[in-house]
């Protein structure tokens, strides 16, 4: 086996995922950060030549970045701006979903937008979650996963803080009752028959449990179990981890989703005397005929 030199597919570029369609093309995306932050422009581009050389690169959406490090209410910082994929049944059909900041609700949302020609033109991009928030309560949905799966399956998932955090062991006492807190993952449907991907029914809860992203908050042997960037103790604002990417995969029987949760207990008993709830990944799977007829 041999591997080909790198090429370069850009300068500046971050955030990089390469997809290859039902036609052998390779299609690349990338978000290029101007300086000192601010609004990011997400790029894709193609190769019909193995990666040899590029297509120009074409500006499909510039969502609003977050002003801050991490998300309201919570320590943890924010992940990775966007996911593509490419479909496996249609030459050419593209699809992205990104995070974009609400300015003036001062929520995160999720959007979805895709292309049909090969990636020269995007439709407009459209709100994937379909929460209805209590007026001056609002809540984040964020860090979406997308996947093409055969016979036309689309599918989005994201992380969704809408539920109020229940009265649970494994969520701080101090958490219980937070609203736009505790995180579930939620699951967005869409179906391309050929003329691009449709709507498939409505947001679907995906994780049996919400957790806290604040755990684990014991302690062990004095130190803080907390997952901090830098490992820092006390750990600051904007600097917690919760990972920045989750896994999705689509079968032609299932949806995958690998993601985090500090729902389980660990068999480690921290300095409190209670077990920690270290991050843990789960491993979730849902049934495509569950999900909407015909998908």
Known sequence: MTISPPSQVGAAATYVYPEIDAAGDLYVAVVSFPPNGGPSTIYVTRSRDDAQTFAPFVAVATPSMIPTAGLPNTRFRDGITESFAASPTHAGHLYLAY???DTTLGQMDVKFTQSTDA???WSAPVKVNDNVDAAGVPTDQFQPAIAAGPGGAVAIEFYDRRQVCPNDPSVLPADVGRTNFCIDVSLQAYKDTGGGAVLAGSNRRVTQFAWDPEQPGQHLGGLSQYPCAGARDPCPNGRGF???YF?????ATNIYSLFVSTHYPSNVTGDEDGPIYYQQQVLGTVPRSAV????
Request: glycine letters at 22%.
């Open 99 to 101: 995070e974009d900041w």
């Open 119 to 121: 990636g020269s033109t």
């Open 242 to 244: 919760i990972g920045d």
């Open 247 to 251: 896994g999705l995969a689509i079968s």
């Open 292 to 295: 909407a007829r015909g998908f």
